[in-house]
């Protein structure tokens, strides 16, 4: 369900702030350009850095951004394809937020401040165009190709798209978007570091066969969720990867296939748990989820996957 549409347009009357969550991704960055050419006065900032893939459909579309927001904003800021205030702080002072977001976890946000959540929708992007629709505003032709980008990057290439996915991104296209085009604003060189980071995790990988459901765990410096969604590619079911710094603090990241997700395996949740003894962040969906916080990535990674051995073997 959208909020009040009175109350909806009012808020994007005023001079709006597109924040993007940290390390932001296609589906972020291609919802952000959607949003910047069809509502007028917008400006996009990052929160705490892009990825490659990000910076990629950014790059290719020209728009200008900001590295870090300002302290404060005069207007409302729209928050994109997070729900939770820690994974785009530092926000700026302002008197209204507007969260658009796909993501099973909402943080606390003020009472004044509106949420538009929608956790069975496959990206945020879905929701910004269907978004667009209910508050009457005509799309531009320039957010067209960017949002069905990250549509195709949310859903897998529509690997996980859902009837709903097929839907709206059939209408974008009906609306002028280009589908090969849309693949080029996705189509990114792969830097060196981020092959090497594959190769290395992939020669690093262990992994173990429960109940007919293969699951593979690995280490590398950079990358963890790269190296987990191949891991899937290659036939795991489970793939968890860590990586952790000289200053104790670990990431982690998950994905699992349809035969998990369908076995009844949900890493969101998986990871909630495990973070109940370990006390990081964590957030994402029922097939892929990260986590982050300060110890030991080899222990960590052994909890997330004997929390997944406990739910296969229906413990
Ligand atoms: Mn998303």
Not at 73 to 99: M, N, Q, S, Y
Not at 150 to 163: K, L, Q, V, W
Not at 287 to 306: N, P, R
Request: aromatic share 6%.
């Amino acid at each position: 369900m959208f909020p009040n549409k009175q109350k909806l347009k009012e808020a994007f009357e005023k001079r709006k702030l597109i924040i993007l969550h940290h390390n932001a991704d296609v589906d972020c960055v291609g919802s952000a350009i959607g949003i910047y050419h069809t509502l007028k006065e917008c400006q996009i900032s990052l929160s705490n850095g892009i990825n490659s893939g990000g910076k990629s459909i950014m790059e290719k579309s020209g728009v200008e951004y900001l590295q870090t927001p300002p302290e404060k904003w005069d207007g409302t800021v729209i928050v994109l394809d997070t729900g939770e205030p820690e994974r785009c702080a530092p926000l700026p002072k302002a008197e209204k937020f507007v969260i658009i977001d796909h993501h099973q976890k909402i943080g606390s946000w003020g009472a004044n401040d509106t949420i538009i959540s929608f956790p069975d929708k496959t990206s945020t992007a879905e929701i910004v165009f269907e978004m667009i629709k209910y508050i009457e505003e005509p799309i531009s032709d320039l957010s067209l190709n960017p949002l069905l980008a990250a549509i195709y990057a949310d859903t897998g290439s529509f690997r996980y798209a859902n009837e709903n996915s097929l839907k709206i991104a059939s209408e974008i296209c009906n609306l002028g978007a280009e589908p090969q085009k849309a693949m080029e604003l996705l189509n990114r060189e792969v830097k060196e570091d981020e092959r090497i980071a594959l190769l290395k995790g992939m020669q690093r990988m262990k992994w173990t066969n429960e109940r007919k459901y293969v699951i593979c765990t690995s280490f590398v410096n950079a990358y963890t969720s790269n190296v987990a969604k191949n891991m899937i590619r290659m036939g795991a079911d489970i793939g968890i990867v860590f990586s952790e710094n000289k200053k104790g603090e670990v990431q982690l990241s998950t994905r699992c296939s349809l035969k998990a997700k369908e076995g009844g395996i949900n890493l969101a949740k998986i990871l909630k748990n495990v973070n109940s003894s370990f006390g990081g962040s964590t957030g994402g969906h029922i097939g892929a989820a990260g986590m982050k916080g300060m110890g030991d990535g080899e222990a960590l990674t052994e909890m997330v996957k004997q929390e997944c051995v406990r739910i296969i073997k229906g413990k």
